[in-house]
């Protein structure tokens, strides 16, 4: 069974007022009587058609693939004539028991395959409506099957039969066209989407023919997902860090205490971490966080109301093309509060305190305490892969195999290069200097002459010496502290590195010069004989140079993970326990904004995965994503405005690698911390390109604005700005990187470098309630194939007006939506489109929470129809 719809559109006719001299305000209500039961079922309705007996329907009631609707399925049309429609809902009421003001106008029952299977030539059918009784007609309708995306083009004219005509069909039968929807049922979008709601348009067209609009909303299993990756990731990291600190070692006294309080706190926040991590695991139900929730401690890393709206549209005479925009309520710390601000100013008003108050610490600044994470995850990273480089070319070594042997020795080196690169910095030699002051009894001395810790490799005869690579102890206690002896640790592991290489090469020309000798060996036991001597030969040379390379290494790890640490310990003493809070508040806003991106990251990729020149532009420039912020600089909301500004621009520090899948799981996994967080996308086996593209960098153009402002709005205007400047560096790479036919074919460089013209005078002018701006950034985004996610309190109200507004705007400049049902097409998504739901979803409650002060600073195209707001849970 596909998606059905029931779209009454002007087959109604006729119909007759229940009093005289009285327009109809006119509604079609959908019943169903399944054939087991025999009960009565209210299901849907349409939107309402004031002032007219001939009412031109224009939106569909959608059956799910897995409603029970068989042949004998029978189907009851009620026409119902509103009198007053701004009481209430009318939706609302019609499909629970409650008394409405509305009156009957006459029904119409048919039978699922009686009707409309039976009529194979034209998929349609005309009906009487007659009154409740049985009695005198008072108005007729026509029902038809339709498959959107699959019409034919000889059926076109009568499917698509001019408005004026008001003939058109009542059934619709929603079918996924070839390259766009027909990939919802592979195993990745099962993964991630759940719980899609579907709704079917048709609206008239400029040239009076049919555009069908199938919208549909769905939640993912990443809001929860994601958090859980990253909380555990924190547990880890967290266990690691304390557990460094720990070994540390001897410390004088003023600093130990400082270490002990220290741990104290991160265990007690470890604990948290953990009793968060236990509490999302036992989370069951909806795989989304409804907006009432928000206060909710236990789900306080998890995104408010996350959903993927999505508007396919099958026009008569252009290409099937999909629109989506991820809704989601603004990255913020509800639990915490807002009463001293959000992120931005709390921590900038952190480190000024920090740095100018007289703590009993060292001051080091937020980028070198960056710099020690970084540092940290370098070594993390880096000692294992180089141990197992090191043991591979042992590997091809003892199998005697050149080719083997020079690839594992390119690996090794470009590894080893990168782990010495990692130390090479001012900041290491420093934090060394101030961890050995904080040594008992530590005494400083800096030598006139520097001495060098590695000899060459190799004397005039050729002959290593690995023994002459001469190591110093670890960390000295009560003695003295060499300045430079830094220096002289870690370039011994380049230096071992050389002696690997010379190494290697020599046996590779001994190799080379034996080779004849070997070809004329007449005796083959012989020749066995001389290549097994020689492979335990190479073992033998290149094992005490790997040995010394592994022990200069775990010297240098040893020193700098230490060093390290005790900035870290430092960042960490400077302003307990606010120290901490605000890093669990980051990490909260981080979680919210991460989950958003790899949910919009996994359906773009999914979506243009057979995209070359989107592929292409992946593993080019990067990928753009463009968020709108319907935030207020008022009150509460601007706290959230900050903590939303820190969070989406963490996100510039997460990268994407893709690979295949090796089981059913394609849930992705995260790893890393600090200046580098990796997310592993997981597809299907069998997709092409998976292993070309497998990096891309993320650039986020944070458009942040608010068309409903009140108070300073200093923030927005820097925020926006900010902003604007990065999404003009990604245009200039994208210009200069990109060949000019990657974009879509309606869509030229040219009307994307006047867009962006348009933006920043829109930016600079400051104007109030400036609509214009979010229009044009979120045209920008889609003209560079972005990531487009509509933000504010919950993504509930004021999310649900702009995402119909833009879903409209899309139909009329996209798609030639007749200009004369702008505004009736906005009405039906906002009264009974996937927007409402989410608003049942959220809050159990078909009412928009808007207030009628609030609509009067609203712009008009952002107020919903009358009768869908009122007084209602945020």
């Known amino acids: 069974i596909f998606f059905f719809s029931l779209v009454p559109f002007p087959a109604c006719k006729d119909l007759v007022a229940t009093a005289r001299d009285r327009k109809l305000n006119t509604f079609v209500q959908i019943s169903v009587v399944h054939p087991a039961e025999q009960t009565l079922t209210r299901y849907s309705s349409t939107e309402i058609v004031e002032g007219t007996r001939d009412p031109l329907f224009l939106t569909g009631v959608t059956f799910p693939p897995e409603y029970p609707i068989y042949e004998e399925t029978k189907i009851k049309l009620t026409v119902y004539d509103v009198k007053d429609k701004s009481q209430d809902t009318v939706r609302t009421r019609v499909l629970s028991e409650h008394k409405e003001p509305r009156t009957d106008v006459g029904v119409s029952n048919f039978c699922y395959d009686e009707r409309l299977l039976k009529n194979k030539r034209f998929n349609y059918i005309f009906f009487c409506f007659r009154t409740s009784d049985g009695g005198k007609t008072v108005g007729t309708i026509d029902?038809?099957?339709?498959?959107?995306?699959?019409?034919?083009?000889?059926?076109?004219?009568?499917?698509?039969?001019?408005?004026?005509?008001?003939?058109?069909?009542?059934?619709?039968?929603?079918?996924?066209?070839?390259?766009?929807?027909?990939?919802?049922?592979?195993?990745?979008?099962?993964?991630?989407?759940?719980?899609?709601?579907?709704?079917?348009?048709?609206?008239?067209?400029?040239?009076?023919?049919?555009?069908?609009?199938?919208?549909?909303?769905?939640?993912?299993?990443?809001?929860?997902?994601?958090?859980?990756?990253?909380?555990?990731?924190?547990?880890?990291?967290?266990?690691?860090?304390?557990?460094?600190?720990?070994?540390?070692?001897?410390?004088?006294?003023?600093?130990?205490?400082?270490?002990?309080?220290v741990i104290a706190h991160c265990e007690q926040m470890l604990t948290m971490y953990q009793d968060t991590l236990a509490d999302l695991g036992k989370h069951t139900g909806s795989s989304f966080k409804s907006s009432c929730s928000k206060g909710e401690k236990t789900l306080e890393f998890v995104p408010i109301n996350l959903h993927l709206q999505r508007m396919h549209v099958h026009s008569p005479r252009l290409k099937d093309a999909l629109y989506d925009v991820f809704t989601v309520g603004a990255p913020a710390a509800h639990c915490q509060g807002f009463k001293n601000g959000g992120l931005r100013k709390l921590l900038s008003k952190f480190e000024a305190e920090r740095r100018n108050t007289g703590y009993q610490c060292i001051y080091y600044s937020p980028e070198n305490t960056a710099k020690a994470k970084e540092v940290l995850s370098n070594i993390n990273h880096l000692q294992p892969l180089i141990s197992s480089h090191a043991d591979l070319l042992l590997n091809s070594a003892s199998?005697?195999?050149?080719?083997?042997?020079?690839?594992?020795?390119?690996?090794?080196?470009?590894?080893?290069?990168?782990?010495?690169?990692?130390?090479?910095?001012?900041?290491?030699?420093?934090?060394?200097?101030?961890?050995?002051?904080?040594?008992?009894?530590?005494?400083?001395?800096?030598?006139?002459?520097?001495?060098?810790?590695?000899?060459?490799?190799?004397?005039?005869?050729?002959?290593?010496?690995?023994?002459?690579?001469?190591?110093?102890?670890?960390?000295?206690?009560?003695?003295?502290?060499?300045?430079?002896?830094?220096?002289?640790?870690?370039?011994?592991?380049?230096?071992?590195?050389?002696?690997?290489?010379?190494?290697?090469?020599?046996?590779?020309?001994?190799?080379?010069?034996?080779?004849?000798?070997?070809?004329?060996?007449?005796?083959?036991?012989?020749?066995?004989?001389?290549?097994?001597?020689?492979?335990?030969?190479?073992?033998?040379?290149?094992?005490?140079?790997?040995?010394?390379?592994?022990?200069?290494?775990?010297?240098?790890?040893?020193?700098?993970?230490?060093?390290?640490?005790?900035?870290?310990?430092?960042?960490?003493?400077?302003?307990?326990?606010?120290?901490?809070?605000?890093?669990?508040?980051?990490?909260?806003?981080?979680?919210?904004?991460?989950?958003?991106?790899?949910?919009?990251?996994?359906?773009?990729?999914?979506?243009?995965?057979?995209?070359?020149?989107?592929?292409?532009?992946?593993?080019?420039?990067?990928?753009?994503v463009q968020y709108e912020g319907l935030l207020s600089t008022y009150s509460e909301e601007i706290g959230m405005l900050e903590d939303m500004a820190v969070g989406i621009s963490d996100l510039q520090k997460v990268m994407f690698k893709i690979i295949e899948a090796k089981s059913n799981d394609f849930l992705p996994v995260i790893t890393g911390r600090g200046k580098y967080m990796f997310c592993f996308l997981v597809l299907e086996k069998g997709w092409s390109g998976v292993c070309v593209y497998r990096i891309c960098f993320i650039f986020i153009s944070n458009i942040v604005l608010c068309c409903f402002r009140f108070g300073d709005t200093t923030l927005q205007e820097s925020v926006n700005q900010e902003n604007f400047e990065q999404l003009k560096e990604y245009y200039k790479l994208f210009t200069e990187k990109m060949p000019p036919d990657c974009l879509p074919h309606f869509q030229e460089q040219n009307d994307l470098k006047g867009l962006l013209e348009n933006l920043h005078q829109n930016i600079q002018a400051k104007k109030r309630k400036n609509v214009e701006i979010m229009w044009v950034a979120a045209t920008i985004c889609r003209k560079l194939n972005g990531i487009r996610f509509t933000c504010c309190k919950s993504a509930k109200d004021r999310t649900s007006m702009s995402v119909t507004l833009e879903q409209c705007s899309i139909l009329r400049d996209e798609h030639q939506l007749h200009k004369d049902f702008f505004i009736r097409a906005l009405d039906c998504m906002r009264r009974e489109g996937c927007r409402i739901e989410n608003v049942l979803k959220n809050i159990k409650c078909r009412k928009y929470a808007f207030n009628m002060i609030q609509l009067m600073a609203f712009p008009k195209c952002y107020r919903p129809p009358e009768g869908t707001y009122g007084k209602a849970d945020t």
């Open 143 to 261: 029902v038809s099957l339709v498959k959107m995306g699959e019409i034919e083009e000889g059926e076109v004219d009568h499917i698509t039969t001019d408005v004026q005509g008001q003939k058109c069909a009542l059934v619709c039968e929603c079918t996924a066209p070839e390259g766009i929807s027909g990939k919802d049922s592979l195993p990745l979008l099962n993964a991630v989407l759940k719980n899609p709601i579907c709704k079917l348009y048709r609206f008239p067209t400029s040239d009076n023919k049919w555009l069908h609009i199938r919208e549909q909303m769905s939640e993912s299993t990443l809001s929860f997902h994601v958090p859980k990756e990253l909380i555990n990731l924190h547990i880890k990291e967290d266990m690691r860090r304390n557990q460094d600190l720990k070994e540390l070692g001897e410390l004088a006294p003023h600093w130990d205490n400082m270490r002990k309080n």
């Open 399 to 624: 199998q005697h195999s050149p080719d083997s042997l020079k690839n594992s020795l390119k690996m090794l080196s470009e590894k080893t290069e990168l782990f010495v690169h990692a130390f090479k910095d001012q900041l290491v030699r420093s934090a060394l200097l101030a961890l050995y002051t904080a040594r008992p009894g530590c005494v400083l001395k800096k030598p006139t002459v520097p001495r060098n810790s590695v000899e060459e490799c190799g004397d005039p005869q050729g002959q290593d010496h690995p023994s002459q690579i001469k190591r110093q102890n670890s960390i000295p206690h009560h003695s003295e502290y060499d300045e430079e002896e830094w220096d002289r640790v870690w370039t011994n592991v380049g230096k071992s590195l050389n002696c690997i290489i010379a190494m290697v090469d020599r046996l590779l020309e001994k190799e080379d010069s034996s080779s004849g000798i070997k070809e004329s060996e007449n005796d083959p036991s012989s020749a066995a004989c001389m290549a097994s001597h020689t492979s335990g030969d190479w073992y033998e040379q290149l094992y005490p140079l790997i040995i010394t390379l592994k022990d200069c290494m775990g010297e240098v790890v040893t020193r700098a993970k230490q060093s390290m640490t005790f900035v870290l310990l430092q960042e960490l003493a400077c302003g307990l326990p606010q120290r901490l809070m605000l890093t669990l508040r980051r990490d909260i806003v981080f979680s919210q904004a991460l989950a958003g991106l790899v949910c919009g990251f996994i359906i773009k990729l999914h979506t243009s995965l057979h995209d070359q020149s989107f592929l292409q532009q992946l593993h080019t420039v990067g990928l753009i």
